[in-house]
């Protein structure tokens, strides 16, 4: 299987020709496949916890069977202008004794001198189920835990690290991450996602034990609301949640932004607390080259990043991406100023 990508330069067609050169930022990596970023500081350096996309020879479906991935690596970043690092292999999928295939995208955690790598993969049933593993640097090598977490299912888990020492573990992701399988945090395979006119699924928050091992409570759903104050609907499309949740904290208030999947767009939503109530903000980033788009925000020294993939790296195939970063910004009001990744 291909794993990487080739010495050669895909041949790009006349449209991605154009978008590569207005493109605002360029690959942190090129040497391998890369995806699903989450970028945290840790240890006074950028540690970016990314999919590792490679090519499994899958057929496309809408349940992303084509998304291969098998591993896991680190980035780390002595500053966000200098190049990126890969700190090579940190975890693979055959050192987990209960997942048996893809690796989603993952997300990292510090907590009394220790890391957390919390990470989504299939059960021989499969079921995604949520896990965690250990490690003693921000860049692994990291040990996991024997069986997935209790409480937990679907996919892309982040971690918020409140003011007050506090962590989250945010969840969630409908078709293939499988959310619209669930009530009340109990599985039916007769479970599909709502109806047009229904109100959308949010993601699923719970607190952490002091361990980061475990939940210290069942997870509860986040709702998103319009600016009057009504659930998102999930015939919304442009709106409504679909996956990728990352919460981040600026001027006192809670930011959760994420995909809408089939519309390609990022967008964010405000709220008090961790557990929401959000209402519905706007746009973060247009739609990029891919089908999927995945995201994390993240401070360092007092300017705001985002980071996200496409593939154009890989002249277009959805399932082969390149993490990228670009600097954000929020104005007077709290906003984020939306980005096109192409250029205005």
């Known amino acids: 299987m291909a794993d990487q990508p080739s010495n050669e330069t895909p ?24 995806a699903d970023p989450s970028a945290h500081v840790f240890e006074g350096k950028l540690y970016v916890y990314c999919s590792h996309d490679i090519e499994g020879g899958v057929a496309f479906n809408d349940d ?68 965690v593993a250990v490690g003693e640097h921000p860049a692994g090598p990291f040990t996991p835990q024997p069986r997935p977490i209790d409480g937990t299912y679907s996919i892309d888990p982040s971690v918020f690290a409140d003011d007050d020492g506090e962590h989250y573990l945010l969840f969630g992701g409908i078709w293939g991450g499988q959310l619209q399988k669930y009530r009340d945090n ?27 091992l475990e939940l210290d409570e069942p997870t509860r759903e986040v709702q998103i609301l319009d600016e009057q104050g009504r659930p998102l609907r999930a015939d919304d499309h442009n709106r409504r949640y679909f996956e990728g949740p990352w919460l981040h904290k600026y001027e006192g208030r809670y930011y959760l932004s994420y995909s809408t999947g089939n519309t390609h767009l990022l967008c964010y939503a405000v709220g008090d607390n961790p557990y929401g109530p959000f209402t519905y903000q706007g746009q973060v980033l247009r739609p990029v080259v891919g089908w999927t788009t ?22 277009g195939v959805t399932h082969l991406r390149s993490v990228k970063m670009v600097e954000l910004q929020h104005d007077a009001e709290g906003r984020i100023v939306p980005i096109n990744p192409y250029g205005v």
Request: aromatic share 12%; with cysteine; hydrophobic share 35%.
């Open 11 to 34: 041949a790009l067609d006349e449209d991605l020709k154009d978008l590569a050169a207005r493109a605002i930022s360029q690959p942190l990596v090129t040497h391998i496949y890369t």
């Open 64 to 131: 992303g069977a084509h998304f291969c991935m098998e591993d896991y690596h680190v980035l780390s970043m002595d500053s966000p202008d200098g190049p990126a690092t890969d700190c090579g292999l940190a975890l693979h999928v055959s050192e987990v004794p209960w997942a048996e295939r893809q690796m989603w995208a993952p997300d990292a955690a510090c907590r009394d001198g220790r890391y957390y790598l919390y990470f989504p993969a299939k059960t021989a049933e499969g079921l995604f189920r949520i896990g």
């Open 186 to 212: 109990a599985y039916d395979a007769g479970n599909e996602e709502p109806r047009d006119g229904e109100p959308a699924l949010g993601p699923r928050i719970a607190r952490l034990r002091a361990d980061m």
């Open 294 to 315: 995945h995201h994390s925000i993240c401070e360092y020294e007092g300017r705001w990043y985002l980071f996200y993939h496409d593939s154009l790296l890989s002249g």
